[in-house]
């Protein structure tokens, strides 16, 4: 019992069933789960939470999105130097992660699916690497988790974090991040709350209990109670389709998908390597005023995004063959 009010009661039952849903993404446990706000807040938790000394270096991609690389730029003023990872044509290689490793790098920080062209970084073997040296590998899941296989203990990293919005198909205003135990022991915890302690009953006058062993010790208070419900929902929806192959059918989608691009003109600049690829696709035209063209979308009741001089597409498993014959129509129009 932490409080005699029923909201609040409900709000923590359902707050961790939450965590023994992601526990079943995630292929971790429920006390590895900690419910934050945003994908941003839990790649902070590694910026915020460790001692810092000038001097460090931070790796991460120059095509990253923005969240994965300003909380490391913000320790600039402590000395802290953040090395980047160039592209090798919307992809690189684990070597070239290795190459920028020095006897300084505290932290890798990369995504495992990237947002605007849906290369899937070789995180495994970048992994490894970051164990075998003492490195934080700090992950954003974001573009991945929901709709391809995310396997913590496989990934090997400190931090995995994803908001709900996208492929989760929750809501705005909460966030899953999985925390390896040694984030749990060794991380400063910046914002302490009265929800990351270990349970009982709520005191004014009860300020010595410890912070909670698990993930829970990085949540300062409970997401909306409106997120959580959302996201329970989605959550059971998408463990619910996990038996009936939802997987198999994105990569079929993204196949079809794929082709169909090609058969009309565009090219498809994401890394179509079997182990790279993700549920994301991006393609372009030359001939095309894509700013123009993504401004129509909506009119027709097609939504993807415009990422630089690409368009991204990126197909759920409640999508239809239907769905894409529409897309792949409007863009043949166009050309």
Known sequence: MVSGDPRVLETIEKMDDIRAQAAVLLNAEPGDIALLTSTAQGLCLV?????????????????????VVLPWLQL??????VRFVQDRGCRFEAEDVEALISDRTRVVSLSLVNFAHGFRAPIEAIGEMCRKRGIWLVVDVVQGLGVIPVDASALGADI???????HLLGGFGISLCYCSPRARTELRVVTAGWAGRERGPISGTDFERPLAADARRFEPSHPPFT??????????????????????????????????????GWSVVSSLRPEER???????HPEIDLVALHRERARHGLAFSL?????????????????????????????
Do not use: C, M
Request: aromatic share 10%.
């Open 160 to 166: 995995l974090s994803a908001q709900a919005y996208k």
């Open 47 to 67: 910026a915020e939470g460790l001692d810092w000394r000038e001097g460090d270096e931070v790796i991460t991609y120059a095509g990253e999105f923005p969240s």
């Open 278 to 284: 993700s549920s994301v696709v991006a393609a372009t």
């Open 307 to 335: 990422r630089g001089d690409a368009f991204r597409f990126a197909p759920h498993f409640y999508n239809t063959s239907d769905d894409l014959s529409q897309l792949l129509e409007f863009l043949r129009r166009a050309a």
């Open 76 to 81: 600039r003023d402590r000395g802290v130097v």
């Open 227 to 264: 997120a959580i419900r959302g996201f329970l929902a989605s959550l059971r929806l998408l463990t619910g389709q996990l038996p009936l192959g939802y997987l198999d059918r994105i990569k079929a989608l993204t196949d079809e998908l794929i082709d169909g691009l090609r058969d009309i």
